[in-house]
């Protein structure tokens, strides 16, 4: 495929002529990147934009100072672009961005994006406002994600009777902030007979029964339905499955993936301090008992 070609199958040129997109294709250089290798670090300085034509790249953020351990803020894939802060401001790298597979790169410097914007304002302008519009949907999406992880937060605050109806009220908390029609299930881990309870359900279209693995792990079942897995090391704790009516598109997998990981990590540390608060309630219950007979 040409460098043309390629380029025509990003949203951020796809309304460039031919001829105007073979000059601009001129300022670019290529890079690969091959899988687990950082693209940049976080706080480093730089000024290049950076277009992933080929593979899937994480945006993540260091949650110790000696970077051993990451939170993922966003996953891209081909399209999409990444680095536009740095070069339209020449901040430092809010996170670091790392190749999670093999990646084709077009990486244009800050100079150089200004020299073809200044030769040519009208088609310049039309490149700048797409990144806008592409900055200010990501914008509105971790706004959304905020909104929803402080009302979860809160649900962190309250005591709860059981691990399930803890869950049961979590996943009603999500229905809210999920665009489109979904159907969501959600089991609790029963250890004493080995099994996964079911403790909330929503339906909103007609769909199949989706049979629950006996191992329940997260990631995409298919491009309508997520399966996201709680669990404190090798034990399971509950899992939850969300199916949408619509087939989801790569951009909108990728924000729910993130959003799910994050409150699957949440919900595997409540999950266990409920356990924790039901177990010691239950003993103080038992010694009451003992104490009056």
């Known amino acids: 495929m040409s460098d043309n070609a390629k380029l025509k199958g990003i949203a951020l040129f796809r309304n460039l002529p031919d001829k105007m997109l073979a000059e601009f ?15 940049f670090k976080e706080k480093s300085s730089g000024d290049t934009l950076y277009i992933i034509v080929e593979g899937e790249v994480v945006i993540e953020k260091a949650l110790d100072a000696e970077g051993r351990e990451f939170k993922t803020l966003a996953i891209l894939s081909g399209g999409d672009f990444f680095g536009e802060m740095a070069l339209l401001e020449g901040a430092a790298r809010f996170a670091q961005a790392r190749a999670s597979k093999a990646s084709a790169l077009y990486e244009v410097g800050r100079q150089q994006f200004f020299s073809f914007i200044k030769e040519h304002p009208e088609t310049g302008m039309g490149i700048l406002s ?29 005591q709860h009777k059981s691990p399930g109806e803890f869950l049961a009220v979590v996943m009603a908390e999500m229905l809210p902030y999920l665009d489109g029609a979904w159907n969501v299930k959600a089991y609790s881990y029963n250890m004493f007979n080995e099994e996964f309870e079911e403790v909330y359900s929503r339906e909103s279209f007609p769909a199949e029964a989706r049979p629950l693995p006996a191992r329940p792990e997260s990631g995409w079942l298919d491009d309508h339905a997520y399966m996201m897995a709680c669990s404190e090391g090798a034990r399971p704790l509950g899992c939850a499955v969300f199916s949408r009516a619509e087939k989801l598109s ?6 729910l993936a993130t959003i799910f990981n994050t409150i699957s990590s949440i919900l595997g540390s409540a999950l266990v301090n409920i356990e924790h608060q039901a177990e010691a309630a239950m003993l103080e219950k038992l010694r009451k008992s003992k104490n009056t007979i």
């Open 25 to 39: 294709s001129a300022y670019f250089k290529q890079n690969s990147y091959q899988a687990d290798r950082v693209i």
């Open 130 to 158: 797409e990144i806008m519009r592409t900055m200010s949907r990501r914008l509105q999406h971790t706004s959304s994600e905020l909104t929803m992880l402080f009302d979860l937060s809160r649900l962190l605050l309250r």
């Open 250 to 255: 790569h951009v909108e997998k990728n924000n």
